[in-house]
């Protein structure tokens, strides 16, 4: 099993050169978005604590902050992050930052309940 600690490293960016292209990609689609009425929904999913313990704190910092930027000013957007989400435990993973078929119908059972509550 992927260890925690690899995981993280292999995720780990050295440099950030394509944020804001991507940034620009994502704004872009989340505006033509909302000009045809569509929401969006951003989520993180969860990650066994080994993961998440490791992960690189600037690059989280940075993610945080970009999620906080597309965030700001646009009604058609919700964020929600379960990277921590307490109703994950070891059960639900494959390896450290992957759901097994237990907790991926539980984070599908979430969405879709986070989906139908906001089609209301």
Do not use: C, W
């Not at 490293?9 to 620009?24: G, P, Q, Y």
Request: charged share 30%; net charge negative; no cysteine.
């Amino acid at each position: 099993m992927i260890t925690g600690k690899t995981a993280a490293k292999r995720h780990t960016k050295t440099d950030f050169e394509m944020l804001d292209t991507n940034m620009d990609l994502l704004n872009k689609l989340i505006s033509e978005s909302n000009l045809d009425g569509i929401q969006v929904l951003l989520f993180t999913p969860p990650a066994r604590k080994s993961y998440i313990s490791n992960l690189n704190k600037h690059q989280l910092s940075v993610m945080r902050s970009s999620i906080a930027d597309i965030m700001r000013g646009k009604t058609n957007v919700e964020y929600y992050d379960f990277m921590n989400d307490s109703r994950f435990d070891d059960d639900d993973f494959k390896d450290a930052d992957h759901l097994n078929g237990v907790g991926a119908k539980k984070l599908t059972q979430l969405l879709d309940h986070i989906i139908l509550e906001g089609s209301r």
